[in-house]
């Protein structure tokens, strides 16, 4: 009988070892004992499966891993109409995961078709590192399908399409499937950033992608503890040789410690998700009527351009929103401060509200004209939304938005 998605976040993944202990636990080893000279054959050459050195992984990230594969694959059938299983791989950061999905899939002198909003490391390893290694990046807006479609067909050199939704820090969405379709159409392959989303929100191999990654450290892990990601990939034969080839030589293996606070932080995912999605719907729709926003940017108020496009893939708008204080820089900056509960940091996804004001913090350094144009306006305050008790989040809000 199929278990449901709650029961997957706690049980998924799990293995008793030889001293039951009940949760998986840490592993604190670089290396693995041989029993004899021909194990140690059998293990290299893979006849037997087993741990040879912590690079390559243990069983704490292992686990951790798998977890997360039954949630990205929960409940979706493969093309026979078995359930679809995929292949985890954890990463010592989201970063790594991009970096060895970039690098195992595209080659010197090939391409890469992404989109406009783009998590700013991930805009800055396209912009920066990739050109160095003879890969270039396509951009378009990925709402224009026809767009899209004349770059897939005036651009052979494309080898992967690279998509993120909702994005960071916009909170843009495109239509997975659509966009999937079109480039399985010209034979490229797809990948989908899904950290926003988180797989209780938002299945992206339900609409065909080959890719699925998230950067571990927001909601997954739900409590701030570690820095960490996964690449999941749905050829569990290219996942096993050259996704994994590229993994362990590139050194982007996560380590025991992260991944144990990961698989635990993962079994409240599905309450830490309701929470606080419900808590966002209240905050944006409270927000909405203040008389001292301007506006509100979230994917659950019908006025938001990309509603439907979130309504059709993901099962409700999710935590994060922003909002635009009147009054501009100044205001959005004593706006912080008058905070008391809510907490000013960057990052998203923890238990915690966190709140920060881009254009005094992450996006000080850009010229004005330029941070105006990706819709970073003055008094622009982001927020993920955190769990605690909603009274609190909206009075702490509306004092700091009174004074
Ligand atoms: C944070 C983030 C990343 C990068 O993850 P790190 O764990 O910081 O390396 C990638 N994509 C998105 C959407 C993110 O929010």
Same mark, same amino acid.
Request: proline share 8%.
């Given at each position: 009988m199929m278990q449901g998605f709650g029961s997957a976040c706690v049980h998924a993944g799990f293995e008793a070892e030889e001293h039951r202990s009940h949760l998986t636990p840490i592993?604190? /080893? /670089?290396t693995y004992l041989f029993d004899s000279a021909e194990q140690a054959v059998d293990l290299f050459t893979g006849k037997e499966k087993g741990f040879i050195y912590g690079r390559f992984g243990n069983p704490t990230i292992e686990q951790t891993a798998a977890k997360i594969a039954a949630l990205e694959a929960y409940g979706l059938k493969n093309t026979h109409g078995t359930p679809l299983e995929v292949k985890a791989i954890l990463h010592a950061s989201g970063m790594a995961a991009v970096s060895t999905l970039l690098f195992a899939t595209v080659s010197t002198q090939q391409k890469v078709l992404s989109h406009l909003s783009l998590y700013g490391g991930t805009q800055e390893l396209i912009d920066k590192v990739l050109p160095d290694c003879g890969i270039q990046t396509v951009l378009v807006d990925f709402h224009d399908l026809n767009a899209v479609e004349e770059k897939l067909k005036s651009e052979p050199s494309i080898a992967l399409v690279y998509i993120e939704t909702p994005a960071n820090p916009t909170i843009q969405c495109v239509d997975i499937e659509a966009i999937t379709q079109l480039a399985h159409q010209y034979g490229k392959k797809v990948a989908c950033d899904n950290t926003f989303a988180t797989p209780y929100l938002q299945q992206p191999f339900a609409f065909g992608v080959d890719f699925v990654l998230h950067s571990t450290t927001k909601f997954l892990n739900g409590h701030g503890t570690a820095i960490g990601g996964v690449l999941l990939g749905r050829d569990i034969e290219f996942m096993s040789t050259r996704v994994t080839k590229h993994h362990r030589l590139l050194g982007a293996n996560a380590n025991a410690f992260d991944a144990f606070l990961l698989n635990n932080g993962i079994k409240t995912l599905e309450l830490r998700m309701q929470r606080h999605c419900s808590n966002a719907e209240q905050v944006a729709s409270f927000l909405s009527n203040h008389?001292?926003?301007a506006f509100v940017n979230y994917l +659950?108020?019908? !006025? !938001? %351009? @990309?509603a439907a496009i979130a309504k059709k893939q993901m099962k409700h708008a999710g935590a994060l929103l922003s909002f635009e204080v009147k009054g501009g820089f100044e205001a959005g900056k004593k706006f912080i401060n008058q905070l008391q509960l809510c907490t000013s940091a960057v990052s998203l996804g923890t238990c915690d509200t966190l709140i920060s004001h881009p254009a005094s &913090? &992450? !996006?000080? +350094?850009? %010229?004005r004209e330029l941070r105006l144009q990706s819709g970073? &306006? @003055?008094g622009l305050i982001r927020m993920s939304v955190g769990i605690e008790t909603i009274d609190d989040i909206i009075n702490d809000l509306n004092t700091a938005l009174k004074k």
């Open positions: 592993y604190a /080893s /670089s008389a001292e926003v +659950g108020l019908e !006025h !938001h %351009p @990309d &913090t &992450t !996006h000080v +350094g850009v %010229p970073i &306006t @003055d």
